[in-house]
């Protein structure tokens, strides 16, 4: 990922995250760049763990998470899981999955939940990334 994005529409505005990635370069790199363009980012390699810290957090007076960010094939849970679980938790939080497969899980999770899904594909340059989360935030 490029760590430069010049265009400042990409840039956050302090929205929370949770970042999951079963690859620690992938989930500390990512984390780096979208703090600092503006996300407040909790990032995990297992998602059991952050669906802990979900929980968790999700008992804290006046805590909001915008986004969960998430990989789809990962050891212990699959991200489409995942999202159903932190969506149980916070049904406001907006999704967005990455994936270096192909996406049927992703298909499959629209066609159950009749949400509209947005992804990206792996390897995501910092600017595509930065994009797809305005879009997914509905702040293009």
């Given at each position: 990922m490029e760590s430069q994005l010049s265009d400042e529409a990409h840039f956050g505005q302090g929205e929370v995250v949770i970042l999951?990635?079963?690859l620690p370069a992938i989930t500390r790199a990512t984390a780096k760049i979208l703090g600092a363009i503006g996300y407040q980012v909790e990032s995990f390699?297992?998602?059991k763990d952050a669906?802990?810290?979900a929980v968790v957090l999700a008992g804290q007076e006046d805590y909001r998470l915008d986004l969960l960010i998430t990989d789809v094939i990962m050891p212990g849970m699959?991200?489409?899981e995942l999202a159903k679980h932190i969506r149980s938790i916070f049904p406001?939080?907006?999704i967005l999955f990455i994936t270096g497969y192909d996406h049927q899980?992703?298909?499959a999770y629209a066609q159950e939940t009749g949400e509209e899904v947005h992804f990206v594909m792996k390897p995501c340059p910092a600017k595509l990334l930065a994009q797809k989360i305005?879009?997914?935030l509905g702040k293009q």
């Open positions: 999951v990635d079963d390699i297992d998602p669906l802990a810290r699959v991200g489409t406001d939080v907006k899980l992703i298909d305005r879009e997914t």
